[in-house]
DNA sequence: CTGAAAGCGCTAACAC
DNA sequence: GTGTTAGCGCTTTCAG
């Protein structure tokens, strides 16, 4: 009822001792149902609530995930933390979010200096932050207890989870050549993700395994922002020869590319089709709804979260380091059709 | 260097007590220059770092704040948290943030929880919780320190900041007006969250003001949503006079009566002007962009956490009770232009 | 099955 | 200026 109802008042209406109710806090064994019953009843009829500072303080774990993320895709993170966000929930953990702009090394001991001071007891880190390897060499190095959420699943020495972005974008592009695209354009992304490489690479592939060649003016740089697919459909539109499809290797440059084509009087998918990548909620409300690829980001990141839980519980005994790929799926929409022929 | 390194590891190196330690670590006046400096470097030679949890335990204080929200949209959950994450890194404060799904009371009760059992300092509310009178009063009831971001400032009896949704609502109904509007629509938003009441409020002065008289089914409720304003849109459309502008309440739902309107073949704004409410960045990626108000979400969490800090270090005598409203501002776009003249 | 005693790593009074 | 002594509210040996 009062303020400050710790264990020891629980432990002095029940008449047991401060162990006895620790142990039913915990539901531990080794209690007998009567007993176990009488301090449940005590802890009711005060209103105790187990205070989660001193329970750190002594079994010296916070019950604290720390998740470290730098990118500037709203949707992306929003997700991310609602995964994480309910693995905690179930385990009953906590999540600490921290958003940190790259800075090179830098981040790197921010992140160590506060696993140490705040006591995280694990970490989580998200694209581009879990794509640099020297960010992630300190953090082993710093024995930090870390699962990574990216497509590169080897060297790092910690659990990851990612997706299958190559073969994804490979089958969007099959998609597009079985349409019989075969002036397909792709509008790549930023250097410092993986994911949005391995697009590319899934891209060219495809192309590769139809036999076509592609011209190199048919793959331009973009930053993954609407301006820049702006700037990249622009391009593209101009070309001597333009591309009858457009790939670009996330939404919002596609939104960026299919602004482009409206405003320089194009229909889509009439004279150009445009397809994306990642599946944000805009691709289904501009005009014509666009095709993407569906990224399971929120199941990512619960399984990541989930990984980091039996970790930190297994102890050092869990040793083998896991890398998990769950699928990313076509979703396909009004934005593409065959190309029309006169193109 | 190695795992666990304590205060009383950095006394014994500096030859001085933990409590000299403790002042150093505190910026606490009344310690040596020398002595300062070599404890300083005995924390730095053993790479100490205090332990949050130790220090929360201690002082009685977590420095930590939780946020508590339920919004669909993330563009208005994001920047909440950018806007507290930001003043909490300047104080030294951790956010903690919680998604709780309305369910009136039973809400409270679990914040009411969390509160004490994460022993949190204090607690920010954001619409539509803050909005919920039956769950303000428990959180009263319970003494938690709480700041509300919420367009309704009296008698919640805590600290509030909102913008003036009514006034900026009022500003863009005669931007419309002087436009040339006669027939102006308006899709009213979600009837838990006051702020979209009030939007209504100030569409229904400014009209009175330029004694124009509104029918009734000009008026249509949506839910936030883009499709709950596909609908709105549709319905307005095919009114047997249908208006030359359409006020949505938010921009979701101005999206979706954009694409309803593209979709029958309007011509946006010759046939029809568009406007919504938010600002968020789809409004500038559809074509054409859409005129909306610029909401100061972030500097609203940003000013809310500033005044929780205030009131938790200034302990019980800090007991007026602010209400800071920061402006919002029209946003002016393409989607709007003079009425045409055969509607 | 249960309890006594000893911390966890820090801050807070109050001496000195 | 600085140190001593108590805690903060739990978990954890280790006896019983």
Redesign the pocket.
């Known amino acids: 009822m009062s303020e ?1 109802v ?2 020891d008042d629980v432990a002095a209406l029940a008449k ?5 109710v ?1 142990r039913v ?2 539901d531990e ?4 149902p009567c ?1 176990r019953q009488a301090v449940t009843s005590a802890i009711e009829r005060l209103g105790f609530r ?2 989660r500072v ?2 750190s ?4 774990r916070t019950f604290i995930v720390g998740l470290f993320y730098d990118n500037p895709c709203t949707h992306y993170v929003s997700n991310v933390q609602e995964g994480a966000l309910q693995a905690c929930d179930r385990r009953g953990y906590d999540l600490s979010v921290h958003p940190k702009p790259f800075r090179g090394v830098v981040t790197a001991d921010e992140i160590v200096e506060l696993y140490r001071q705040a006591r995280f007891d694990g970490v989580i880190l998200t694209p581009p932050l879990a794509d640099i390897p020297a960010l992630v060499a300190v953090l082993r190095a710093a024995r930090v207890p870390v699962v990574l959420i990216s497509p590169v699943d080897r060297g790092s020495g910690f659990p990851t989870v990612g997706t299958n972005d190559r073969v994804a974008a490979e089958e969007m592009t099959r998609q597009l050549l079985s349409l019989g695209h075969k002036k397909i354009a792709f509008v790549s992304g930023h250097p410092d993700h993986k994911a949005v490489g391995l697009r590319l690479e899934g891209y060219r592939n495809a192309l590769r395994e139809a036999e076509i060649v592609v011209p190199e003016d048919y793959v331009v740089t973009g930053l993954n922002s609407f301006e820049s697919g702006e700037v990249a459909g622009l391009k593209l539109f101009n070309l001597p020869s333009p591309p009858t499809a457009i790939f670009c290797a996330n939404d919002e440059m596609a939104v960026g590319v299919l602004k482009v084509a409206n405003t320089i009087g194009l229909s889509v998918p009439r004279d150009v089709s445009i397809v994306g990548f990642d599946n944000i909620p805009i691709t289904a409300q501009v005009w014509p709804q666009l095709s993407t690829i569906q990224q399971p980001v929120r199941e990512m990141s619960e399984r990541a979260a989930e990984i980091l839980f039996r970790r930190i519980e297994g102890g050092q005994f869990e040793s083998d380091i896991e890398h998990v790929t769950i699928k990313s799926s076509l979703v396909l929409r009004e934005s593409i059709s065959h190309p029309s022929t006169n193109s």
């Open positions: 400050r710790t264990i047991v001792s401060i162990k006895t620790s806090l915990n064994p080794n209690v007998r007993t187990p205070s001193a329970r303080l002594a079994a010296r």
